[in-house]
């Protein structure tokens, strides 16, 4: 099946400082990605959505200046964290679309591994 | 408003058979998913369901009410590596997924 990687897997850093998470699909193209935030014991939170060569669509109440995401190919879309903060420390989960699939939304969609940052 | 129910969580023994619910009001309604979760991880896809009836899937199976925005897990033959949460999600009309807070399923021996 197809794979979406995401790296890294883990981070701890610096209240302030800024963190890449990169989001790959491996064996397909992705024209849309999808980032996601959960915190302990609650439920997935779509922040953006992001289309290769165009600009992001942030959900209500995510800063887009704090939360800066590029979709410059096909295969590779990041989230950057800009200036962390302990309360920005969350898993973080991509999601890619398969647009050449067969099958049902639900079969063309895959998530990554998840990212676990945490801000001290 | 959007709207995803679920139970927070639920027991159950090993090799007895479990019924995840979810309701759902949503704007729109493209398809019903459930993903399951194990702790730390990311969702791994379960089924999806888009017509009313019952998908069966080896011993997991979805059934899906569109009349009575209604939806159920149904878990047979548990087994301890059945425990994990279980996210209910519904894609709606812009065809984005709308998630539940999810079920948390502890399986006992």
């Known amino acids: 099946g197809a794979v979406v990687s995401q790296h890294p897997s883990w981070v701890i850093c610096k209240s302030g400082t800024s963190v890449k998470i990169e989001c790959r699909s491996l064996?397909?193209?992705?024209?849309?990605m999808f980032w996601y935030r959960q915190f302990p014991k609650q439920s997935l939170m779509l922040m953006a959505t992001?289309?290769?060569?165009?600009?992001?669509?942030?959900e209500q109440g995510v800063e887009k200046d704090k939360f800066l995401i590029n979709h410059a190919s096909l295969t590779l879309s990041t989230l950057t964290v800009t200036s962390a903060h302990p309360e920005d420390s969350s898993f973080y989960i991509c999601?890619?679309?398969?647009?050449?699939?067969?099958?049902?939304?639900?079969?063309?969609?895959?998530f990554g591994p998840g990212t676990r940052l945490l801000v001290l | 408003g959007q709207n995803i129910d679920q139970p927070t969580e639920m027991t159950a023994t090993e090799g007895a058979i479990v019924q995840i619910n979810c309701t759902y009001q949503?704007?729109?309604?493209?398809?019903l998913f459930w993903y399951q979760q194990h702790a730390g991880e990311a969702p791994t896809f379960l089924s999806y369901?888009?017509l009313d009836g019952l998908e069966e899937k080896g011993r997991f199976s979805s059934f899906l009410s569109r009349s009575k925005g209604y939806s159920y897990l149904l878990l047979k033959e548990l087994q301890m590596k059945d425990s994990a949460s279980y996210l209910c999600?519904?894609?709606?009309?812009?065809?984005?997924?709308?998630w539940g807070a999810g079920t948390k399923l502890i399986i006992k021996p």
């Open positions: 999601s890619a679309r398969d647009v050449m699939a067969s099958g049902g939304p639900g079969e063309t969609q895959y």
């Open positions: 064996d397909f193209q992705a024209t849309t």
């Open positions: 992001s289309n290769e060569g165009s600009k992001a669509t942030y």
């Open positions: 949503t704007s729109g309604f493209n398809g």
């Open positions: 369901n888009v």
């Open positions: 999600a519904v894609m709606d009309s812009n065809y984005q997924l709308i």
